[in-house]
């Protein structure tokens, strides 16, 4: 089946650049996603990025996608306090595009 | 639009005890779901739904039941609570992502019910 890994944790120093890792095993997977989660909130949709695309960015974010490797990176620039959170990755195959599966999530800690 | 409300926010309930979590979306959404989210762990489908009167298992179905006899409420059952239930629980609905790709989602998160079973 599916499977979606993620390292458990980041620390980042306010300022700094943030990358968040993930990779996954399965190769229909035709749509990739970040979710952000604050504390004692749901997940809000970050960005997303197709699997014919290589790389997407979004003001302060970027995506990169390897294909090859099933590697897909969250790279935040000038990380802030307010970024904190836990990042879940998440993918999809092209015919159950609702149906999502997730990465254990990663903390990111910015400190100040 | 109020997005995903869920209730109870909280709830502590004793092994063998039941009780029902409600949800409810204001999107006009058919896709919905409910996930659990146990530590350090992310998130597993356990019901979902396509439509008013249609529901499915996801990975972990057992122990729960749902009904959908609106577009607007999804509601999960659990009957004959154990402490494995131990979760803090999320239900979503989805709404195309993208018009010009076809097969891609946004889901939209409640605030989540944590559950603890002693």
């Known amino acids: 089946g599916e499977d979606v890994e993620q390292s458990l944790f980041l620390s980042v120093r306010e300022g700094d650049s943030s990358v968040i890792n993930c990779t996954y095993t399965?190769?229909?997977?035709?749509?990739l996603y970040w979710y952000k989660q604050e504390p004692g909130a749901g997940l809000q949709l970050l960005t997303y990025?197709?699997?014919?695309?290589d790389m997407k960015q979004d003001q302060r974010l970027t995506v990169l996608l390897n294909k090859k490797d099933k590697h897909l990176s969250l790279r935040i620039a000038d990380t802030q306090t307010g970024d904190s959170a836990i990042y879940f990755c998440a993918e999809t195959p092209y015919n159950a595009g609702n149906m999502l599966t997730f990465g254990g999530g990663t903390r990111l800690m910015v400190k100040p | 639009n109020a997005g995903v409300t869920q209730t109870p926010k909280f709830r502590i309930l004793k092994i063998g005890q039941s009780m029902t979590l409600q949800c409810t979306q204001d999107?006009?959404?058919?896709?919905m779901y409910w996930y659990r989210q146990d530590p350090g762990m992310g998130l597993k489908l356990i019901y979902y739904?396509?439509?008013?009167?249609?529901?499915d298992k996801g990975e972990v179905p057992n122990g729960y039941n749902v009904s959908r006899s609106t577009t607007e409420d999804f509601p999960l059952r659990l009957e004959l609570a154990a402490p494995s239930q131990t979760s803090v629980y999320f239900c979503a609905s989805s709404y195309p992502l993208d018009p010009g790709q076809a097969n891609t989602y946004e889901q939209y998160f409640g605030p989540g019910t944590r559950l603890t079973v002693t």
């Open positions: 999107m006009n959404h058919n896709y």
């Open positions: 990025i197709f699997s014919n695309m």
């Open positions: 739904s396509v439509g008013a009167g249609i529901t």
């Open positions: 399965d190769s229909s997977s035709t749509y």
